[in-house]
């Protein structure tokens, strides 16, 4: 079959932008999907061979050459690795490791369409009638070059870019219409109520002109005011003036995501897709295989059926194209036997909005912004509970390194591991003190440690590529932990700590956060704008620092729409929950729930700072309180379990709920009305002080100032007012808060409550 024409450059009408990488993955990748282990290069090894590669050129060798094209709406753009003008041979460089005839034939395949193209695209710029495309492949360990080349005249080169414009162009087409008709409807987009709630116009309006003006927002609103909504509807009303590609909803929890998904509902914002991304363990299909078409029948010819799939996923005018639920997912998936998984991370770049966790934006490996980057999307980013990304963004930049997995992978480790598994062996004992204690602070990682890890690292990568099976589990975690130390390593600075924990005859070195500004800087840059939003986001200066947000950032506290006269604040000021004082409060605390069921009967929160100190009160109230229902929240609770919890809390129900201050009920539920009349707080929420918590303050210290409140008051407190503001959450609702802990009659404290409480009694 003869290659289509090609359109007119001259086309008048929307541009339809694509990278040459994103056109060939759609265009050329095909077989299944293998994400088996391999030790491929990391992007910094990449960009070093890269580099190696065009050294080793005659002068005159060009790098790097902005490379752009028109086939009709389609606008390719693009860089070629490298031009050889003396031998005309265009490069298209990829590093690797290990054996090359290993490598999966669809991976070459998918080079060679990248190379062809870039190569149409240098005889179009640079009126060349034939050329040589090569695929250099680099490996990065032998430092050796595979040179595979191919002579093609560029009426050749230009057939094959047309054949693979041709089949993207009814894609892109489609995607174009879409977008138009997208753009349109969002234009149009009324509000879901016949009216905002009390506080939610100002976070709106809020949210609009921060994605028209392109800055970041941090907005602290009360709970019950409907933020999900208040930020949802501003910010899709603002993609088409603001040509918005994507809307990313981000939340730290279940419930977060689940209420994104629920508004997206409510405003019925057809033909807008929103999309759910869930963890991989949630969405697999067949837990106990490998993913790739040898083991599992849903990686078998993953990408030949991927068109397919996806075509009937988006398939225009199909209202279930509007709502690509983990359950429409999997619904598609089973249809065209592929993994659901996979086949969500595929829709990412068709999809309006995205809602899923933290991690795929702000993490260091996280899909969403890698995607952001390499198309140069235009998002708007919303960021629920946004108090929670101090916490999470801490624990994306820490790694850890297990000395009991370090003897353990010694002991079994094949002959060509032994040396330099020894040296960090004996790196690792010389970084620590002569004295072990529980817990040491090391200053900086020393280059001992890092060279010998590196080492390390480079040995397995090479015997893990050459190996025939797959690799021992135990072998490869502390392989992946040893990456992610020794990159945290390079980046040490004082946003970090470098310690040591001994638990018996085995000690833990710690990379650990403290400040994840620094890392989570480039994720703002990223986007158009970005809006953070919580009840809890006081201080504001210790967020913005924490988070590092942009200096012209802006910041809005919304006020309440409660008043004084809804909440009874009561403080039990002869009452201490310190831990030393503990056992001595139970009783008092079992009392105090039981007088005020007595009192008003109907459905109460106790919230405590640790499950041991919830089972002590809990058991104590099966026993002084018999006649009151009660349940409790139990470690590691499920979904499921975690439902029928909270369906207890009935309308006109009676009981109470025993659950952990900060954990998954302290935060993102919503009880209105009679099915939640009142919260016991048995704790400041500040946490345990230690000797980590305070290396931490003594950092904040000399970092912010104020090392005590960074580190244990602000956090703490935090909690609180969260669990607390599980009470009122409506205009409508009544509630009383007990406050068990006799610090809460502090001033300083007491100047952390919202402003609308009342003076507590």
């Not at 009126?127 to 090569?134: C, F, I, K, R, Y």
């Amino acid at each position: 079959m003869s290659a289509p024409e090609p359109l007119v450059a001259s086309h008048i009408g929307p541009i339809y932008q694509v990278a040459v990488r994103e056109l060939c993955e759609f265009t050329a990748k095909q077989g299944d999907l293998d994400v088996r282990f391999t030790p491929a290069p990391s992007a910094s090894e990449g960009m070093a061979g890269h580099t190696t590669v065009a050294g080793r050129r005659p002068n005159g060798y060009e790098r790097e050459i902005t490379l752009t094209g028109q086939y009709g709406p389609l606008h390719l753009r693009g860089r070629a690795d490298g031009y050889d003008a003396a031998r005309n041979q265009l490069e298209e460089i990829k590093t690797h490791r290990g054996d090359l005839s290993r490598q999966p034939e669809n991976h070459r395949h998918l080079h060679w369409a990248q190379a062809r193209i870039y190569g149409w695209l240098l005889c179009q710029q640079r009126g060349l009638e034939e050329l040589n495309v090569a695929l250099v492949y680099f490996d990065i360990v032998s430092q050796k070059e595979t040179v595979l080349s191919e002579r093609h005249s560029a009426a050749a080169l230009e057939a094959f870019f047309n054949e693979q414009c041709a089949a993207f162009l009814a894609w892109a087409e489609q995607e174009l219409v879409h977008r138009r008709t997208r753009d349109a409807a969002l234009a149009q987009l009324s509000f879901a109520h016949a009216q905002f709630r009390p506080g939610q116009r100002d976070l709106a309006e809020a949210v609009f002109k921060a994605a028209s003006t392109g800055r970041c927002l941090l907005a602290q609103a009360p709970t019950g005011i409907g933020k999900t909504l208040g930020t949802l509807f501003p910010l899709l009303k603002a993609c088409a003036a603001q040509g918005l590609d994507k809307v990313f909803y981000l939340a730290a929890r279940t419930p977060g995501r689940q209420l994104a998904l629920d508004a997206m509902y409510t405003l019925k914002a057809q033909p807008v897709r929103t999309l759910e991304l869930v963890a991989r363990d949630k969405a697999c299909v067949y837990p106990d295989r490998a993913c790739h078409g040898g083991s599992c029948p849903l990686a078998q010819g993953f990408y030949d059926r991927l068109p397919a799939a996806r075509a009937h996923a988006l398939q225009p005018g199909l209202k279930e194209a509007g709502s690509l639920t983990q359950a429409r997912i999997q619904q598609v998936a089973a249809a065209h036997e592929i993994c659901p998984y996979y086949l969500s991370q595929e829709l990412t770049r068709w999809a309006d909005v995205v809602v899923g966790d933290y991690n795929y934006f702000f993490d260091s490996s996280a899909l969403l912004y890698a995607l952001t980057q390499r198309n140069q999307w235009q998002v708007g980013v919303l960021v629920d509970e946004a108090h929670n990304l101090v916490e999470r963004g801490r624990g994306m930049y820490s790694a850890s390194l297990d000395q009991a997995t370090l003897k353990d992978v010694r002991k079994h480790a094949p002959a060509p591991l032994k040396r330099s598994l020894t040296r960090v062996a004996n790196a690792w004992r010389k970084t620590l003190p002569e004295t072990a204690a529980p817990y040491t602070e090391l200053g900086d990682p020393p280059s001992t440690l890092t060279s010998a890890l590196q080492e390390a690292i480079a040995a397995i990568t090479e015997y893990l590529t050459g190996a025939e099976q797959g690799a021992d589990s135990t072998l490869q975690r502390f392989y992946f932990d040893a990456l992610r130390f020794t990159a945290l390593a390079d980046s040490f600075s004082e946003h970090s700590l470098f310690d040591a924990t001994q638990d018996g005859r085995n000690s833990s070195l710690n990379l650990r956060n403290v400040v994840p500004a620094p890392f989570l800087r480039t994720r703002f840059a990223a986007a158009r704008s970005v809006t953070l939003f919580s009840a809890t986001l006081s201080p504001h200066h210790y967020f913005s620092g924490l988070l590092g947000l942009p200096d012209n950032h802006v910041w809005l506290d919304v006020p309440a729409p409660f008043s004084p006269d809804q909440v009874d604040v009561r403080i039990a000021p002869h009452i201490s929950t310190r831990y030393t004082h503990r056992a001595a409060s139970v009783a008092p605390i079992v009392q105090l729930i039981g007088e005020q069921y007595a009192r008003q009967p109907g459905n109460y929160l106790a919230f405590f700072s640790s499950f041991e100190y919830l089972q002590q009160v809990a058991d104590a109230f099966d026993v002084g309180q018999p006649d009151i229902p009660y349940w409790r929240q139990d470690r590691g609770m499920d979904e499921a379990s975690r439902t029928r919890f909270i369906d207890r809390f009935e309308d006109g129900g009676r009981g109470v709920g025993f659950a952990v201050l900060g954990g998954v009920f302290g935060e993102g539920i919503d009880l209105p009305g009679d099915r939640l009349i009142g919260a016991f707080v048995a704790t400041l929420g500040l946490p345990q002080v230690n000797a980590i918590n305070e290396q931490i303050r003594q950092r904040m210290h000399v970092l912010f100032g104020a090392g005590y409140d960074y580190a244990y008051t602000w956090p703490g407190m935090q909690k609180v007012v969260q669990a607390a503001g599980r009470v009122i959450r409506t205009p409508h609702d009544k509630g009383t808060i007990h406050l068990i802990d006799d610090r809460f009659g502090r001033a300083e404290i007491q100047a952390l409550f919202p402003s609308w409480w009342p003076a507590p009694r």
